[in-house]
């Protein structure tokens, strides 16, 4: 085992916080209302907040599994970033069209959750310090600044900076060069993010309830353990857990992400990387890492591998994977040698929901009184605000510059079934790793899946 990783604690940094809110009962009797909300994440939560901002007198339930935020809201590395399509270059591969439209709509998000921990006094440790994506090979270099271009022509400012001036920023002998976004991103932290949006919706009549899973849906009927919910409308945010709608299934899988936490570095630690600007950071390989500062600071270091388990499983016992754990440690030394010496905290991992485009897509059953928005791809801090607003336009059946975009009419192609789906992502997940080791050269495999929009994204 590295020595870093001795006496390291498996469970989310984030969720172990001592500001967790004590649990809530779960729903004991059958019970009606308005709106019916499944799923205690960011989508669910900010679903029940907006729908009684929009109209207080709805009466919403919500109902959650486990705990609110237990999962991916829970779990990842509190990058909020505006864009709504996972990034430019999958926008434009997708929707060239109307990219500047979502760029713009992306942004406004943005602004709007900024906005909303103002307005309701959400401590989530809020930073709008934007991300810096670094090349650590040469070959990535006119990709990031063609990445500039491509922003300017869409209305989005980006900052190339050369060696210097990036190793200034943050000093890592890897880094040769880089891209910084200054607004388009935020840093938080996910648990008191989903905390503080389940108080909200608590003191705005919001009926929540834990541990209190959907066993099954009768159009706008829930069936729970204890009790039944016969809602008007229902939306459903079960990211990547089996929906209640077999329909949407095929739709995403789940893939497992993993995070180290740093113990809090020193003043001196903190003077050899410098970092005084606090940007989250991520690199430019397809097997990429994340990091970024706590507010204690800490360094969260996370991603590289993305693990999918035969099946499309769910288990807690994936979220362990001391394979993985030994490699960011040694990838994060040698990102920043000068820590040497440093030990982590905690390592953990969890699944999040993927599918083909990469980015969430959305939906309506039942004639309309059942709505979903998933397969956000990692990139749901910001997007599930959105994914929101969505549902709730769907729902309302009056057309919004949301739902008339292309992004949202459409959807993304399935996943074909076992075993065909197990070899697919593993030979596109190897391909990739193969492109890493040979300067970003995509194979015949990964140019067909380019080719007919269908792949996977590590």
């Known amino acids: 085992m590295h020595k870093s990783l001795a006496d390291v ?26 709106l019916a909300v499944v799923g205690g994440g960011y989508t669910g939560l900010w679903t029940a907040l907006i729908a009684k901002e929009r109209d207080p007198s709805l009466d919403v339930v919500l109902v959650e599994g486990a705990r609110f935020g237990h999962a991916a809201s829970g779990r990842n590395g509190g990058f909020c970033a505006s864009s709504l399509t996972h990034g430019l270059g999958n926008g434009l591969a ?141 939306a459903l945010g079960t990211n990547v857990f089996p929906s209640p709608l077999a329909r949407v299934r095929p739709f995403v899988i789940p893939v497992y992400d993993y995070a180290l936490m740093t113990e809090p570095l020193s003043e001196s630690q903190l003077r050899e990387i410098g970092w005084r600007n606090r940007q989250g950071i991520g690199d ?44 960011l440690a040694t990838q994060f030394f040698d990102t920043f040698p000068q820590l040497e010496g440093l030990r982590f905290t905690h390592a953990w ?40 607003e969505v549902m709730l336009d769907l729902l309302a059946g009056e057309p919004t510059e949301r739902t008339r975009t292309r992004m949202v009419r459409s959807t993304p192609l399935p996943f074909p079934p076992e075993p065909l789906r197990y070899a697919g992502v593993e030979l596109t997940r190897r391909s990739l790793i193969a492109a890493d080791r040979r300067a970003g050269h995509r194979n015949l495999w990964l140019r067909t899946m380019d080719a007919v929009g269908f792949g996977f994204d590590s």
Request: include cysteine.
């Open 94 to 234: 997708r929707w060239p069209e109307e990219l500047a439209e979502l760029e713009r709509l992306g942004a406004a998000n943005l602004q709007a959750i900024e906005d909303t921990l103002t307005r309701y006094g959400i401590d989530a440790e809020w930073e709008r310090t934007g991300e810096l994506d670094v090349a650590t090979e040469p070959y990535q270099l006119p990709e990031l600044r063609a990445a500039v271009e491509l922003a300017a022509d869409h209305g989005v400012e980006l900052e190339y900076l050369d060696a210097d001036a990036v190793r200034a920023e943050v000093r890592s002998p890897t880094f040769r060069g880089g891209v910084w976004n200054r607004r388009g991103v935020a840093l938080v932290h996910p648990a008191k993010l989903a905390w503080g949006l389940a108080e909200v919706c608590r003191r705005l009549g919001v009926r929540l309830y834990e541990h209190t899973p959907v066993l099954g849906m009768s159009g706008a009927t829930l069936r729970t353990p204890r009790a039944v919910v016969r809602a008007r409308t229902v």
């Open 284 to 327: 430019s390989g397809n097997q990429f890492h994340y990091f970024r500062l706590t507010a204690d600071n800490r360094i969260l270091w996370g991603g590289y591998d993305a693990i999918y388990h035969f099946g499309g499983r769910v288990r807690a016992r994936y979220d362990t994977r001391q394979e993985t754990f030994e490699t």
């Open 9 to 34: 604690d498996h469970r989310s940094f984030w969720l172990e916080d001592p500001g967790r809110p004590a649990p809530l009962p779960p729903l004991a009797g059958d019970t009606t209302c308005d």
């Open 349 to 388: 991992g969890g699944a999040i929901d993927t599918c083909t485009r990469f980015s969430a897509f959305f939906g309506t059953a039942h004639s309309g009184r059942v709505a979903y928005a998933l397969g956000y791809t990692g990139l749901g801090v910001g997007a599930t605000r959105f994914g929101a």
